[in-house]
């Protein structure tokens, strides 16, 4: 066995438990934020998503799911992403809370009328400030190098907790809704 075999099974372990930690402290004192989501998502006549970087990329991911289970879901930035409106939600991720582009668009849905949720570390940054509803990601922000809340690098462990956070969210709707697997696999893409 190589030392970066034995290094990476040992990073596969870190993170796992990292991940599992931070998972686990948002079930315990998050319950209500999350159900307000739920209720947000399921309310809101359209979702728009916006996260910058890794962040974004897991909502991305997040998106895709929602719209599996037929709700009407737009990627922000996206060349065929509508103008938001009273009535829609603004999904957004940001580790620190004050990402300028991403501020920036939740200042503008607010201005529109739309509801915002944040998935932050911060729950007294900007962007939560300007959200109707908070969710707190216990992890460090990606200019946190000081190892005491993830011995990974930058914003990792927030990346990954919003991608695990969007699957659960999901997963609680898909459970709520009663839709099965096969009423669910026709809305999966087929121009792949």
Do not use: C
Not at 113 to 138: K, N, Q
Request: aromatic share 4%; net charge negative; glycine share 8%.
């Amino acid at each position: 066995m190589t030392t970066s075999q034995t290094e990476s099974a040992a990073a596969l372990d870190r993170i796992s438990d990292e991940v599992r930690r931070a998972l686990a402290e948002i079930a315990d004192t998050q319950e209500p934020a999350l159900a307000q989501l739920e209720d947000a998502l399921l309310s809101a006549d359209r979702v728009f998503v916006l996260g910058a970087g890794r962040s974004g990329i897991a909502l991305q991911m997040t998106a895709m799911r929602l719209m599996h289970l037929g709700l009407t879901v737009h990627v922000a930035g996206e060349t065929t992403t509508p103008a938001i409106a009273a009535g829609d939600l603004l999904l957004t991720a940001s580790g620190s809370g004050t990402t300028g582009g991403v501020v920036r668009a939740a200042t503008t849905a607010r201005d529109a009328g739309a509801t915002i949720a944040a998935i932050t570390t911060d729950p007294a940054s900007t962007l939560a400030d300007l959200a109707h509803l908070v969710v707190r990601v216990p992890a460090a922000g990606k200019l946190d190098r000081s190892g005491s809340a993830s011995a990974q690098y930058a914003g990792s462990l927030f990346e990954q907790t919003v991608a695990l956070l969007g699957d659960a969210v999901f997963d609680g709707l898909w459970r709520r809704d009663g839709t099965t697997a096969d009423e669910i696999w026709p809305r999966h893409a087929n121009l792949e």
